[in-house]
Every structure is written in structure tokens, then in C-alpha cells.
């Protein structure tokens, strides 16, 4: 059966996204059309290119995630020039190479540019902080003068996944001059409303895969220093608009996955902890599409 996916952010552990596609894929529904933000981008991108369940997890799992953390050379020793760069590069890591992966996973499926994908195929979300705006990729793309269908698969992912202050984030030129764009997160984790609008009927069912427990079941944040302040800060902005557009008539179809204890940028992740987390996801998914009545 066809239907449209959504997949949220959550760095590293993305791995649980993979996770609960293998258990919809077992299923025998088919994604026509997908959408995310940061981790969820890359598995909706590499759905979008072809690869199944299986072929995305091994490109994962084969991939040592330390190896996208690239620092820029210097002189002065990294702890030292670690934040000088962070502030004056705006990001502690390049970015580069993750998106040189990207590149070169997306080709061997014959994917470079929009172009190659069916239109509204493929759909990320990313944020331009010097507009204060939320931005849709590809289509928004018309409004720093760039022809949608011309721009980089690759290049798009690694906006919506620039985490602010960990990746550099990259700079957009336009008309008015020199815009930077970083993670999607910031503005909208889990863009739910592409696809499921109301009062508008939906062209084929909408699943959501979810990094993150049920809003309605959200623990509260304890609150007793500065780092817990700013962890809650952010994960507020993070969720913030996202909650408010989930209504209970759209949790019925979006699969909750709380991954608890593990950190967005935790890229020194096990093997144990990354088959814990594929599992975890399978698991979520396997309930609740037990139960889906679409």
C-alpha cells in the first residue's frame, strides 16, 4: 500500500528511524512521498533514492560516525582552538564530510539533484536564522535565486542537519545578501504538517515516525542548574511548534519513538547501542502498525 512518510530529527539516533522503516517496509507499504528534518532527512532521502531497509542500514552501520566529525587543521592545540572556530566558523565540525557521504551514497542510486526525484518526492525542512524564517527544501530554495530542481540533494541534508554550534552552518547568498541557514530542528523537528494539513484531504495516508514520546505523555523538565536550563531551552524551541500542530487526531498516526539516555550528538555510539536502537524502533513500529487503522 502507498502512503507518505514523515521522519523527525534526532541525530545519532536516527538509527531507530531505520528501525521502524524495516518494520513498515516488512508490511508491504510503499512511501511515495517523504519529508524530515536532520537524522530524519537522511533516511527519507536515501528511501527516496531506493534503498531499502536493510541496504540503508548497512551504509549506516558500515559508516564510523566519528569520521563526520571534521575538525579544521590548525596550529594552536584543539581544545584551545576548538572555540576560537566555534566562534568565529559558528560550528566546532565542518560538515564536509558528511555530505561528501551523502554525495556518494545518493549517486550510486543515480540521484544528484531534484531533478532526479519526482516533484514533492522528497521534502526537508531547515531554518535561515538571519530572516527568522522556517524553510522548506527544495521548493524555498526559489527565494535565494536558486532553481529548485538544480540544487543538491547533498548539499540540502547537510543544511537541515547543520546542529547549531556542532556543524558549521551554512551560508546562503540571495538578493539581500549572505544569509545562515543551520539544523531544521530549531524551528520545526518533525514537519507532520507537509503532508497531514487540516481541512485539506490527504492524497494517500500519512505515517509519522517520531524520535521522541508521545506529547501527551511528555515528562517534565527538571530544572536545577544552567546546563538544564539550557537543555530544556532548547528542547522546548526544538518541539515547541511541533506540539502545537499535533493534535490527538494526528497522534493516531504517527509511531512514538523515546529514546531516552542517548544524545542527538552522541557520535561515539556502540554497536551494541546502535542494534539496540534499530531494535527499539522495529519494536515501536511493530505495535503500533499492529493496531493502525488508516
Known amino acids: ?5 514523515v521522519f523527525s530529527g534526532g541525530g545519532i539516533k536516527g538509527f531507530a528511524l531505520i528501525g521502524a522503516y524495516e518494520e513498515i517496509e516488512r508490511r508491504g507499504f510503499k512511501f511515495v512521498r517523504v519529508a524530515g528534518t536532520s537524522a530524519g532527512c537522511i533516511v527519507a532521502a536515501l528511501i527516496a533514492a531506493g534503498y531499502t531497509s536493510k541496504e540503508i542500514y548497512d551504509l549506516v552501520d558500515e559508516l564510523d560516525p ?3 566529525l571534521d575538525s579544521r587543521k590548525t596550529i594552536i592545540p584543539f581544545k584551545f582552538a576548538k572555540w576560537l572556530l566555534l566562534y568565529w566558523k559558528l560550528g566546532l565540525y565542518k560538515g564536509d564530510e558528511l555530505e561528501q557521504w551523502l554525495e556518494e551514497k545518493l549517486e550510486a542510486k543515480g540521484l544528484r ?3 532526479d526525484l519526482p ?6 525542512v531547515a531554518s535561515d536564522l538571519s530572516n527568522g524564517q522556517m524553510v522548506v527544501l527544495p521548493e524555498d530554495l526559489e527565494k535565494y535565486g536558486i532553481s529548485p530542481g538544480s540544487f543538491s540533494i547533498a548539499r540540502a541534508i547537510r543544511i537541515s542537519c547543520s546542529i547549531p554550534y556542532f556543524f558549521e552552518p551554512v551560508k546562503m547568498r540571495s538578493i539581500d545578501g549572505i544569509n545562515i541557514l543551520v539544523d531544521g530542528g530549531v524551528l520545526s523537528n518533525f514537519p507532520m504538517w507537509l503532508f497531514d494539513k487540516d481541512n485539506v484531504k490527504k492524497v494517500r495516508p500519512v505515517l509519522g515516525i517520531k524520535l521522541s514520546a508521545n506529547e501527551y505523555e511528555h515528562q517534565k523538565h527538571k530544572i536545577n542548574n544552567g546546563i538544564e536550563l539550557f537543555g530544556a531551552l532548547f528542547e522546548t524551541m526544538k518541539d515547541a511548534h511541533d506540539a502545537r500542530y499535533i493534535s490527538k487526531k494526528h497522534v493516531k498516526n504517527i509511531i512514538f519513538i523515546p529514546t ?4 542527538t550528538t552522541e557520535f561515539q555510539l556502540t554497536d ?3 542494534q539496540a536502537l534499530f531494535q527499539f524502533g522495529r519494536e515501536h513500529a511493530k505495535r503500533f502498525l499492529s493496531k493502525w487503522t488508516y
Do not use: C, Q, V, Y
Not at 500500500?1 to 512518510?5: T, V
Not at 516533484?119 to 526537508?124: C, F
Open 119 to 124: 516533484p514533492d518526492a522528497l521534502r526537508l
Open 272 to 274: 551494541e547501542k546502535k
Open 66 to 68: 566519528t569520521n563526520l
Open 113 to 115: 539533484t531534484f531533478s
Open 1 to 5: 500500500m502507498n502512503i507518505d512518510g
Open 260 to 263: 531516552e539516555g542517548i544524545f
